[in-house]
């Protein structure tokens, strides 16, 4: 080839300005030319100024030998939650077409220096105050302990992707009290409306990173719908995004007093809409009870805010009791937040909490049973980080009734009991984005059942979430993150990643941005977690197992549904409704059998023809049974024991056996749990699994 002349190399030095200029005046488009095109994963016009991303390599793609996807799964983050909260608690946008410069500034009372940055100081302490400008100085954000700045920059997450991450969970976040009480915003607080504008502007997001990669579908930002279609983008090396949502109040689900404002009708218009965004995992409850669950509390200050807002949300402050088991929901704490009690109404104040007394008295409603049994009709993921103690245990029960696997624990706010529970279900779990040295310690404390149950790990950033992020441990520690290096699949190089002005060094800085994470991951390896490193690299696997999982479930056919019932007895209670044996049977769990209050009771369903019989399910109402028997029957006159208990402790049972013919199924209560008698509010009865 020959070597261009020096005014040659002039000419096309100008031709390259020209080209660069007119990029940058139609904002991120495919460039012409007969120039080599660049490689798949690098854009054909990126917008100009912009972020660097300082990644060199080819991103791996493809499949390993064993047909799995490769590639770290962030299975908590929140990208549009500067759309959340009234639009002005998080600072910057996830882009922008009018370039960096613009998307990366802070909020307009943030200027001159931080004075009205009221969020920062009634989370943080302090006096708020910070240096305003982001793009091209970024003297004081993002950093990894400023909440209110936005982290989730489209480049940053290039960079994390260029790192070796395959899924990204986008939850759609808000919370409308405290869009409420916050002294500025732009928008509206009703959170069904915020949901959808957040869900917009990542399509939007995609878009935008499409024009730079010469149109529509070229782009690595890649949001998916259904779990082959991530395992595609995955396997062609690019980015599957999903949507989530975590909210604190879906579908206008509060309740006030104890009076829900929502209905059946309300859940089911909800599911459909959000499903119909693209959203395929939730959570029902968040920070605030509502009309679905109780939540697992917030602790210190925080938590007093948190206790404030659901008072100012449902008019009643977080209620304890005496935890029944092992798991407990974290202290409540009696820190002072000065500022958020200064809302309460004059003479109104947080209560004090028993030490001994951990665990929220508000469960999972029927409302909320309602939602996650929708949920399941519809392959989605339940999350059940934030729910109470006592309604993870109950939504436990309702999955494992079901044998339904879509269930997952994202950022460590799940009772660290549960976890074997999920994963017998076939759930996935990934761990907050602690420090290197805990996050270490954390997931070597549950590797043995990683192994037994084949499932790898993941990480839960939440950034944009207002929680933290890993501190800074030093340069001058024995084992720093040592510049460039290499991901850990070994095809990339990564190094310092400069923004404007800035350069951030992991070492220094701490997570400061979600560019870092590939920092943060390596910084995972050097002090001791290779095996840790491995068991991510098998996270998007895992978590598109759940998930697809979760699609082909089918609920099995109840074979009670409607069926003749009889029972040994019946209590007469209620004139209107009674408690006759073919309550039990209606498909309505706000209806109950009961029988007289005596041992030795039954109640016997007739399935109508002899079927196979595998699995019977008991929703108990107050009054169980401590001991009892699953007994089945092909004439109603010879009778086997098929399952049996002595240690019942009511709620939701699931009795699995091996499958038998059957026409008739027998509940025979034989020790009652409470002085009153037997009471189900439905059984289900299946062919198995």
């Not at 210190?300 to 659901?310: K, M």
Request: glycine share 12%; charged share 25%.
């Amino acid at each position: 080839m020959t070597r261009p002349s020096p005014t040659r190399r002039g000419i096309l030095a100008l031709l390259s300005l020209l080209v660069t200029a007119a990029a940058l005046a139609l904002g991120p488009s495919a460039t012409s030319g007969a120039e080599a095109p660049p490689g798949w994963w690098e854009p054909v016009a990126r917008p100009v100024p912009d972020s660097q991303i300082n990644v060199t390599g080819e991103p791996f793609r493809g499949t390993d030998p064993r047909g799995r996807v490769r590639g770290f799964v962030d299975a908590h983050n929140h990208i549009m939650s500067n759309e959340a909260f009234g639009g002005r608690l998080i600072c910057g946008k996830a882009f922008s077409e009018h370039g960096v410069a613009d998307a990366l500034k802070d909020c307009p009372e943030h200027y001159p220096d931080g004075s009205l940055a009221l969020f920062d100081f009634i989370t943080e302490g302090g006096d708020g105050k910070h240096d305003p400008n982001g793009w091209p100085t970024f003297a004081d954000w993002p950093a990894h302990d400023s909440l209110t700045h936005q982290q989730n920059y489209y480049a940053w997450i290039e960079r994390a992707w260029r790192g070796g991450q395959r899924v990204l969970v986008n939850h759609l976040v808000t919370n409308g009290v405290i869009c409420s009480l916050y002294f500025f915003k732009d928008r509206g607080c009703d959170e069904m409306t915020s949901l959808r504008l957040q869900a917009r502007k990542t399509y939007e997001m995609q878009a935008y990173v499409d024009r730079m990669y010469g149109g529509p579908g070229k782009g690595w930002f890649r949001i998916v719908t259904d779990s082959a279609q991530a395992r595609e983008v995955v396997r062609q090396g690019r980015l599957a995004v999903v949507l989530g949502v975590e909210t604190s109040e879906p579908f206008g689900c509060k309740h006030v007093g104890d009076a829900a404002r929502c209905d059946r009708e309300d859940i089911d218009r909800g599911l459909d809409e959000l499903y119909g965004l693209g959203v395929r995992s939730m959570f029902l409850c968040h920070k605030f009870d509502n009309a679905l669950c109780g939540v697992r509390f917030d602790s210190g200050a925080l938590g007093t805010a948190v206790n404030v807002g659901q008072f100012l949300s449902t008019g009643t402050f977080w209620k304890t009791e005496r935890c029944t088991g092992p798991q407990h929901d974290n202290p409540i704490g009696g820190a002072p937040a000065p500022g958020a009690e200064a809302k309460l109404p004059p003479g109104v104040a947080v209560p004090a909490y028993a030490q001994d007394a951990r665990c929220n008295v508000r469960g999972l409603t029927d409302l909320g049973e309602y939602a996650v049994r929708g949920m399941m009709r519809r392959g989605m993921m339940l999350e059940i980080d934030h729910m109470s103690v006592k309604a993870a245990g109950r939504a436990l029960d309702v999955l494992e009734s079901e044998s339904y696997p879509g269930v997952l624990s994202s950022h460590s706010w799940m009772d660290a009991d549960w976890t074997e529970r999920v994963y017998r279900l076939g759930g996935f779990i990934a761990q907050y984005m602690h420090g290197a040295e805990e996050f270490t310690a954390e997931a070597r404390r549950t590797d043995a059942l990683r192994t037994r149950y084949g499932i790898g790990y993941g990480y839960g950033t939440d950034m944009n979430g207002v929680g933290g992020w890993p501190a800074p441990r030093g340069a001058d520690v024995p084992d720093p993150v040592r510049y460039p290096f290499r991901t850990a699949d070994g095809g990339s190089v990564v190094d310092r990643q400069t923004t404007g002005q800035r350069t951030w060094d992991l070492n220094e800085d701490g997570a400061a941005h979600y560019g870092l994470v590939p920092d943060w991951v390596e910084d995972i390896r050097v002090t001791g977690g290779g095996d840790v490193v491995d068991d991510l690299l098998l996270g998007a696997e895992s978590y598109l197992r759940t998930w697809g999982a979760s699609e082909r479930h089918g609920l099995g056919a109840n074979l009670a549904a409607g069926a003749t019932a009889t029972a040994s007895s019946t209590q007469w209670w209620d004139p209107l409704t009674g408690h006759a044996p073919g309550r039990a049977v209606d498909g309505d769990t706000r209806t109950r059998w009961a029988s007289e209050w005596s041992d030795d009771q039954w109640l016997r369903i007739d399935l109508g023809a002899v079927r196979a019989v595998g699995r019977v399910t008991l929703d108990w109402e107050e009054a169980y049974a401590r001991a009892y028997r699953v007994e089945v029957s092909a004439d109603g006159s010879a009778w086997r024991t098929a399952w049996s208990t002595t240690a019942g402790d009511g709620g939701l049972d699931t009795a699995r056996f091996a499958p038998e013919q059957a026409r008739y199924v027998r509940v025979h209560g034989l020790e009652r749990g409470t002085r009153w008698g037997y009471s189900l509010r439905e059984v289900g009865v299946y062919g198995g699994s």
